[in-house]
């Protein structure tokens, strides 16, 4: 665990992939409980800890998660995050093959069902039944010799969405099996990192905005070095 912000009322972290953030069936120790592990640990607190769990990422997805320490800023940021308005999320993801969008931003729209036996959503270009309208904004950032770097904003939030929505682009994320991908990743991650996060402090009310790393990863290192050096 990295943490990338920390202030009375808010924490923020990387989380690596392979974590989980809040407690499931398989008995893992959730990412949660690290945090309040550290905060315990770093400013001695009697008793338990406040952690509010504001939002979520796949198991196997790196980056930015935000936690609240406070029950007031965990209502002010569960509102927030609910409006899909108050916050912005960035996302890179790596992809196989590359959308032919050059760097301007495009926005795309699908209908997208959930399938809970499988845990997967299903994409369409039209609405069907039981299905819920996802849109995103992508643009490539990167390029290499068999991968795309692609910069993505959710400007809805569906089960799987970006996952689900490359993957009917055509452009399924590097190591995601369940999408479309030709191959696993070795460490069985996917190759989705959440980026950056940017809104304004529920408590505060001054701008945040923070940054994850990228998982320390030859393939992200040279495709972030190379939108680093365009940029």
């Known amino acids: 665990m990295e943490v990338l912000y920390e202030d009375n009322h808010i924490i923020i972290v990387n989380k690596a992939s392979g974590e989980i953030v809040q407690g499931d069936k398989t008995g893992d120790t959730p990412l949660s409980d690290i945090v309040k592990g550290y905060i315990k640990e770093k400013y001695a607190k009697p008793g338990a800890v406040f952690l509010g769990v504001v939002h979520r990422l796949d198991r196997p997805v790196s980056g930015v998660v935000?936690?609240?320490r406070t029950s007031k800023?965990?209502?002010?940021?569960?509102?927030?995050f609910a409006s899909k308005e108050e916050i912005r999320k960035t996302y890179w993801a790596i992809v196989q093959t590359p959308p032919l969008s050059g760097g301007d931003w495009e926005e795309v729209t699908h209908w997208l069902t959930r399938n809970e036996q499988q845990n997967k959503s299903y994409a369409y270009d039209h609405e069907v039944p039981h299905s819920k309208k996802a849109v995103l904004r992508y643009r490539q950032i990167a390029q290499g010799d068999r991968y795309a770097l692609l910069e993505v904003q959710l400007?809805?939030?569906r089960h799987h969405q970006i996952r689900c929505q490359l993957?009917?682009?055509?452009?399924?994320i590097k190591g995601d099996l369940k999408y479309g991908a030709r191959?696993?990743?070795?460490?069985?991650?996917?190759?989705?990192?959440?980026?950056?996060v940017e809104f304004i402090h529920p408590v505060s009310k001054e701008?945040?905005?923070?940054?994850?790393p990228v998982?320390?990863?030859?393939?992200?290192?040279a495709l972030s070095t190379e939108k680093t050096n365009k940029s």
Not at 183 to 196: E, K, Q, V
Not at 215 to 221: H, K, M, N, R, S
């Open 66 to 68: 935000v936690f609240a």
């Open 73 to 80: 800023a965990l209502a002010r940021l569960n509102a927030m």
């Open 155 to 157: 400007l809805t939030g």
């Open 167 to 172: 993957s009917a682009m055509g452009c399924p």
């Open 183 to 196: 191959r696993s990743n070795p460490d069985g991650s996917i190759s989705l990192h959440a980026r950056r």
């Open 207 to 212: 701008p945040i905005c923070v940054e994850a």
């Open 215 to 221: 998982p320390e990863d030859p393939l992200w290192e």
